[in-house]
């Protein structure tokens, strides 16, 4: 509920810090694991997240503009989907 407090105030700049934070958390574990073990370590985030730790991660370790959020956006809107990645969305 506290990210999607700090989502409504701060809007999609969110998405990506949380989604960076995630990453910067689990760093260690994703650099040791092979591609099948990753999803396992994604898959069982959900449940182990110290969400205090991903908090303080999100906002101490990562600040985005608004323009460079809207520039972002607009490049990731305008692009061709990847096929590879639609594939991968299918399977999660």
């Known amino acids: 509920m506290r990210i999607w407090d700090i989502f409504i105030v701060e809007g ?3 998405i990506f810090r949380f989604g960076l934070a995630i990453l910067k ?3 260690k574990r ?3 694991a092979d591609m099948g073990e990753m999803f396992i370590i994604f898959k069982d985030f959900r449940t182990e997240a110290n969400a205090d730790l ?3 991660t999100a906002i101490n370790d990562f600040s985005f503009s608004k323009s460079l959020v809207a520039k972002y956006e607009k490049e ?3 692009a ?3 096929k590879e990645i639609a594939m991968l ?3 999660l």
């Open 12 to 14: 999609f700049k969110t």
């Open 89 to 91: 969305s299918k399977l």
């Open 54 to 56: 991903l908090i303080k």
């Open 76 to 78: 990731f809107t305008s």
């Open 80 to 82: 061709k989907p990847n």
């Open 25 to 27: 958390v689990l760093e």
């Open 30 to 32: 994703i650099m040791q």
